[in-house]
């Protein structure tokens, strides 16, 4: 061995030991794993994930849903609707002011039943679904809709419009994860035949 190779000893399950150099520049110590972990079990004991995620989901529903029932809400989804080759058909059916109410009421209607899954979690897994149907729909007018991104030096990026339009694609994973969650709970509910 030279001298300026590092000092390595086996311990007892002849794996290779780190000097005390080594232990303080590589990872966490064991403390702090504990610490991590055990932060992480309490995160998923307390099913923190799903409370900030129903939870957000429900307030944007209502107030986005509520804020499409008035004419500046009506107003400004024109531009979305009326260039997607999915929801174009809508307002010419019923118009924007009616149109824009009909996509609120379908918001609410989510909302509602999202939040009526924390007690019967098969009206969760109905609002999921609803969801997941009206984010799909959106996220697809991140393509059709103009201004949506922009160049900048030949390089295309997403403007406000287009970041606007993207918290849909996050939304949509939401409400696929809502619809597992309450499908768990429905599950659990028919298994003790409730």
Do not use: C
Not at 17 to 25: G, K, N, V, W
Not at 66 to 72: D, R, V, W, Y
Not at 138 to 156: E, K, Y
């Amino acid at each position: 061995m030279s001298r300026i190779d590092p000092v390595v000893t086996l311990n007892i399950d002849d794996q290779v030991a780190a000097t005390p150099a080594q232990e303080s520049s590589a990872a966490p110590s064991k403390s702090t794993q504990r610490s991590l972990t055990g932060l992480a079990a309490w995160i998923k004991d307390h099913d923190v994930p799903f409370l900030v995620t129903s939870i957000g989901m429900i307030v944007m529903l209502l107030w986005a849903g509520s804020f499409k029932m008035t004419a500046p809400g009506a107003e400004g989804i024109i531009p979305l609707v009326s260039n997607s080759p999915l929801t174009s058909w809508h307002f010419k059916l019923f118009g924007p002011y009616i149109g824009s109410d009909i996509i609120g009421l379908t918001e609410i209607t989510g909302a509602l039943l999202i939040a009526a899954g924390y007690f019967r979690p098969k009206a969760g897994i109905i609002g999921g679904l609803i969801t997941t149907v009206m984010f799909f729909t959106t996220s697809t007018m991140l393509l059709t809709t103009p201004g949506a991104t922009i160049a900048v030096n030949g390089v295309r990026y997403m403007s406000f419009l287009g970041l606007f339009l993207y918290k849909d694609v996050i939304s949509l994973g939401v409400s696929l994860y809502l619809i597992g969650y309450f499908g768990n709970k429905a599950l659990l509910l028919e298994n003790r035949g409730e």
